[in-house]
């Protein structure tokens, strides 16, 4: 994910706590009008340039992308057929891990 992507989860993000009221002291909570207005979205035909430049591989989104791996678990969940997904991820990760850890260097 590039840059202009990783800013849009950053606003999402804040937005997200702000709306919960999270985001400030006082009576206002963070509910502003200057955090609104930095915090608004863009249109979305402005975004639609963006759409075309975000990598959609399993590499890009559920390795580099911890929230990626999560949803692709949570999908994987929903599908009985997709069980045995979750069993080779999990199996990958673990002899990964297995031979960080005990490979001589």
Do not use: M, N, T, V
């Given at each position: 994910m590039g840059p202009a992507g990783r800013f849009v989860l950053v606003k999402l993000s804040v937005w997200t706590l702000l709306q919960k009221g999270h985001g400030g002291g006082g009576k206002r909570k963070g509910r502003s009008?200057?955090?609104?207005?930095?915090?608004?979205?863009?249109?979305?035909?402005q975004c639609a340039e963006l759409g075309k430049t975000?990598?959609?591989?399993?590499?890009?989104?559920?390795?580099?992308?911890?929230?990626?791996?999560?949803?692709f678990r949570l999908y994987c969940e929903t599908k009985p057929s997709l069980q045995q997904c979750i069993q080779?991820?999990?199996a990958t990760v673990c002899i990964n891990t297995f031979y960080r850890l005990f490979s001589p260097k």
């Open positions: 009008k200057k955090w609104k207005e930095i915090l608004r979205f863009p249109h979305i035909s975000i990598e959609r591989d399993y590499a890009s989104i559920c390795d580099k992308q911890p929230i990626g791996r999560l949803l080779l991820l999990d």
